[in-house]
C-alpha cells in the first residue's frame, strides 16, 4: 500500500507523542493519481459490490502514519457513520481508553477514521479488536430479545 | 470522601433529555467510565442484557412498530441506517426497449419501472439470488447473466379500439383496449433454476398490482424486456426495503403539582387525544396534607395516560396556568421505531436482518484488523 509519509512515520518512537499536524487526515493512493475520471467512477461501483459480497482478501483497514502503540488512528474503507458511530461509542465504553473518535474527512471519499488513544494498559489495536468483538456481542443480545418480544407478541 | 452510588431517581433522571418551552438540555448520553467519579460504566454484556428490553407496537407485514430500550443512540442509529441503506432488494435494473410509441420517453418509464417494488419466494430472493456485478470488459457483459443474479421480466401491451364499447362512451379505459398499463401486466420470464424457487405463490410480481405505469391510446405499444439484480439502497433507493424507517424518543411528560378543574381540562387538550385523562380527586388524596389537593375532592385532575401519543409539541408550557406544574421531556435510551416495509421483505425480518448486517460488518472488520497487525 502506498504511504506517502514513511519517513515521518519511521521517525516517530514508539510512546512518543504524536505531533498531529503530521497526521494527514485521509491518504489516496498515489496510483490514483494518474488514473483519470472514468476509471475513478467504475472503480467506486465495484467497490460498493464488494462492500456488500463476501470479499475478504482486499484490506480495508490500515494504520495511518503517526501511529503509536497506544494513540492510533485507523483509516476504514467503504465505512460511513452506520460503522463509525456504534464504533466509537463501543469503544468508548473500555475504562481503558481515554479517547475515541471517528471522522469522516471527506464526504465524496469512501473513508472513515477513528481516533483511539488509551491507557499503558492496553493498546489502540487491542482497545479496537475489542470494540469490534463485543459489538457482535451486542448484536446477539438485541436479536435474541426482539425475537422472544415479537413471539410474545404475536402470541397474544 | 466516599462516593455514594447514585439513587433509583438519579439514575433514571439521568436517560431524560430536558424539554423546556425554548431550549433542550441533557442531550448526550454520559454512561462513560469516567464520567460519573467512582461510577463503573465501561461495556459489560451482562450489565446490558440486564438493561436491555424490547417492546412490540405493531407487528404487520407492511408496517411494524416496537421500542428498543437500553441502548444508545449510537447503536439505534446503526441500525435505522443499515434498514434504509444497507439491506439488499430484488429490483428493475436494466430495460431493454424494442418499441415504445408511448407519450412517455424512454428513460422515463425506465425509471418508473425501475421503482415498482416486488415480491418473491424468500428462499429464493435472500439465499438464491446473489449479486451480480458488471463484468470490467463490457464485451463480457451477456456472459454475466445467470439464473441466480438476473431475473428476467416483459412488458408486451398494445392498445385498440374496443369495439363492443358503447356509443357516445367517453371513458378511455372502456372505449380501449390497455388504455392504462399497469404493473401486473409486467410478466415473469422464469429461467433456470428459477422454476423451482419462484412458482405459484412465489412468483416475481409486483407488490401492488395497480401501479400505473403508463397511458397508451389505440395504436401506441409498448415492448420491452427488463433485468433485475439485488442491490442495495447505498446505490439507489430503489433498492432500499423500507418505505420509511425511523425512530423517535419516548416522550416523558411529569405532573409536578396538581392540576385541576378547568385547567386540567385545558392541559388535556394541550397534547394529543389519548395523552392525559382525566381523574377525580379521591378523599383520599384530599385529605392529604401538602398534596395541593386539599379542598378539591371530587374535582377533575390531569393524569398521564400515554405517553407514547405525544407528539411533544410543548403547547402545555406556552400557558401561563401551567408554569412549573409541568416537566416535559423524552428518555435518552428508548428508541420507538416505525419500520414500513415495501414488500420485498416482512418489516420485522428487515430489522432482524439489519443486526444480523452490523454483526457481520464487525465481524469481517475484526479479521481485517487481525490482518493489517499481522
Known amino acids: 500500500m502506498a504511504r506517502t509519509k514513511t519517513k515521518k512515520e519511521e521517525s516517530v518512537e514508539p510512546g512518543s507523542d504524536v505531533v498531529m499536524d503530521e497526521v494527514p487526515t485521509s491518504h489516496q493512493p498515489e496510483s490514483r493519481d494518474d488514473m483519470s475520471v472514468d476509471e475513478d467512477e467504475n472503480d467506486e461501483v465495484e467497490v460498493e459490490d464488494n462492500d456488500a459480497e463476501v470479499e475478504d482478501d482486499v484490506q480495508r483497514v490500515r494504520l495511518l502514519p503517526g501511529s503509536t502503540p497506544t494513540a492510533a488512528s485507523f483509516e476504514f474503507l467503504n465505512e460511513g457513520h452506520t460503522l463509525g458511530n456504534a464504533l466509537r461509542y463501543i469503544i468508548m465504553k473500555n475504562p481503558d481508553v481515554e479517547f475515541c473518535a471517528y471522522a469522516i474527512p471527506h464526504p465524496s471519499e469512501p473513508k472513515m477514521n477513528v481516533r483511539i488513544q488509551t491507557f499503558d494498559s492496553t493498546t489502540a489495536v487491542e482497545a479496537l479488536e475489542k470494540g469490534l468483538r463485543d459489538l457482535q456481542e451486542l448484536c446477539d443480545v438485541v436479536t435474541d430479545q426482539f425475537v422472544v418480544a415479537r413471539e410474545k407478541f404475536m402470541a397474544k | ?374
Open chain 2, 1 to 374: 470522601m466516599p462516593h455514594k452510588p447514585p439513587t433509583k431517581e438519579e439514575l433514571e433522571e439521568r436517560k431524560i433529555v430536558g424539554i423546556k418551552d425554548e431550549t433542550i438540555t441533557h442531550v448526550s448520553s454520559s454512561d462513560f467510565p469516567g464520567h460519573y467519579p467512582g461510577e463503573d460504566h465501561s461495556w459489560d454484556i451482562e450489565s446490558f442484557r440486564r438493561g436491555f428490553s424490547v417492546e412490540f407496537h405493531q407487528n404487520d407485514p407492511f408496517e411494524a412498530s416496537f421500542s428498543l430500550i437500553g441502548i444508545d443512540a449510537s447503536i439505534a442509529n446503526a441500525f435505522r441506517r443499515i434498514m434504509i441503506a444497507d439491506i439488499p432488494t430484488l429490483a428493475i435494473e436494466t430495460v431493454f426497449i424494442n418499441n415504445n410509441t408511448s407519450v412517455i420517453q424512454d428513460e422515463v418509464l425506465s425509471h418508473r419501472l425501475g421503482l415498482i417494488p416486488f415480491k418473491g419466494g424468500h428462499e429464493g430472493l435472500h439465499n438464491f439470488l446473489k449479486w451480480w456485478r458488471k463484468p470490467t470488459d463490457e464485451s463480457e457483459i451477456n456472459n454475466s447473466y445467470y439464473d441466480n443474479n438476473t431475473v428476467s421480466l416483459r412488458l408486451e401491451i398494445q392498445c385498440e379500439h374496443n369495439e363492443k364499447a358503447a356509443a357516445g362512451e367517453t371513458d378511455p379505459t372502456k372505449l380501449y383496449k390497455h388504455a392504462h398499463v399497469y404493473a401486473r401486466d409486467i410478466e415473469f420470464c422464469p429461467v433456470g433454476r428459477q422454476d423451482k424457487y419462484f412458482s405459484g405463490a412465489d412468483t416475481i410480481a409486483p407488490v401492488n398490482p395497480d401501479i400505473l405505469i403508463a397511458k397508451l391510446r389505440p395504436g401506441q405499444e409498448i415492448s420491452l424486456s427488463m433485468h433485475m439484480h439485488k442491490g442495495v439502497g447505498s446505490d439507489h433507493s430503489k433498492f432500499s426495503p423500507v418505505a420509511t424507517a425511523s425512530y423517535r424518543l419516548m416522550p416523558v411528560i411529569k405532573i409536578e403539582r396538581p392540576i385541576l378543574g378547568r385547567d386540567a381540562e385545558k392541559f388535556m387538550r394541550c397534547f394529543p387525544q389519548g395523552v392525559i385523562k382525566l381523574e377525580k380527586v379521591t378523599k383520599k388524596e384530599a385529605a392529604k396534607k401538602g398534596s395541593g389537593y386539599e379542598g378539591h375532592e371530587g374535582e377533575d385532575k390531569a393524569v398521564v395516560a400515554d405517553p407514547m401519543r405525544d407528539t411533544v409539541s410543548r403547547e402545555c408550557l406556552r400557558h401561563e396556568e401551567f408554569k412549573g406544574k409541568v416537566k416535559l421531556g423524552r428518555r435518552r435510551d428508548h428508541f420507538i421505531y416505525l419500520v414500513e416495509s415495501t414488500g420485498q421483505w416482512e418489516s420485522d425480518a428487515i430489522f432482524l436482518e439489519s443486526v444480523a448486517h452490523l454483526k457481520k460488518r464487525a465481524q469481517d472488520l475484526e479479521k481485517q484488523v487481525q490482518n493489517m497487525v499481522r
